[in-house]
C-alpha cells in the first residue's frame, strides 16, 4: 500500500534520479505532491487513511495467508509478501505488496483501501510493479490485480504494451519536473485537494 521512496532532498541532488511506484501513483493523481515530498520538500500533515495504512496491511496480509488462488483465476502460486524490487536500468524501485509467481509468469497484487474502483493511477503504479518484477524475475507478467480492502474484492487489470510506455513516459516526466524544480498545475479536481496532506501549502488554489 506505500513504500519509502528516495530521502526527500536527496533525490534531487544525485542523478539519474530513481522514482518509486507509488511517485508514479501520486504524481498521475497530482503532480504537486511528489514536488512537495522531494523538491521543497515539505513536512505533510498525517491523514487519518495514512495512519490506518499499516494497520490494513497486515489485516489483508493475514487474510490472503489462509485462502486460495481462485479470486486470481489460478488454481496455485506462490506468495511473496512486501516484497522490495528495484531496477538501475529504470530508474525505479517499489515495495510491492505481494507478489504472485507460478512457473510461467508473475502477478503483481496491490491492496487498496479505497472506494470507487481502481483509478487510473492505481493502474499505473500496478504496471510499474509489473515492470520491476518482470525484470527481476525474467517471466513476463500479463496481468496485476488490485485488492479493494473495504470491497474484500479482486480486480483484475490485463496490462497492454500502452501500460508499460505510460510508466516509462512517466519516469522521465517526474525526473524532468525533480531536476527542474518547477512548481508543476494542481490537479484540476478540486475534490482531491479537500482531503490532501499537502493542502496547506496549495494556498493559490483555494
Ligand atoms: S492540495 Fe490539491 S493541488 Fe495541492 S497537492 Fe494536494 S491535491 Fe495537489
Redesign the pocket.
Known amino acids: 500500500m506505500g513504500e519509502t521512496g528516495p530521502e526527500a532532498g536527496a533525490a534531487v541532488a544525485a542523478a539519474p534520479v530513481t522514482v518509486t511506484a507509488t511517485d508514479l501513483k501520486q504524481w498521475a493523481?497530482?503532480p504537486?505532491?511528489p514536488f512537495?515530498r522531494y523538491v521543497l520538500p515539505v513536512r505533510p500533515t498525517p491523514t487519518y487513511k495514512m495512519r490506518r495504512g499499516k494497520d490494513v496491511q497486515a489485516a489483508v496480509e493475514a487474510l490472503e495467508r489462509r485462502r486460495g488462488f481462485r479470486a486470481y483465476g489460478m488454481r496455485e502460486g506462490e506468495r511473496r509478501f512486501g516484497l522490495w524490487l528495484q531496477s538501475d536500468r529504470l530508474g525505479l524501485s517499489g515495495k510491492l505488496d505481494l507478489l504472485i509467481l507460478t512457473p510461467e509468469a508473475c502477478y503483481p497484487v496491490d491492496f487498496k483501501d479505497t472506494e470507487g474502483g481502481p483509478r487510473r493511477n492505481h493502474r499505473l503504479q500496478v504496471a510499474a510493479y509489473a515492470l520491476l518484477a518482470e525484470e527481476a524475475f525474467a517471466r513476463p507478467a500479463p496481468d496485476g490485480f488490485i485488492y479493494l480492502v473495504p470491497e474484500k474484492r479482486v480486480v483484475s487489470l490485463a496490462l497492454t504494451e500502452a501500460d508499460r510506455n505510460g510508466v516509462r513516459s512517466a519516469i522521465v516526466e517526474l525526473r524532468r519536473m525533480m531536476e527542474r524544480e518547477e512548481l508543476p498545475p494542481?490537479?484540476s479536481l478540486?475534490s482531491?485537494?479537500e482531503v490532501?496532506e499537502?493542502?496547506n501549502?496549495?494556498g493559490d488554489?483555494w
Open positions: 493523481y497530482c504537486r505532491i512537495y494542481p490537479t478540486r482531491r485537494c490532501c499537502f493542502r501549502y496549495c488554489i
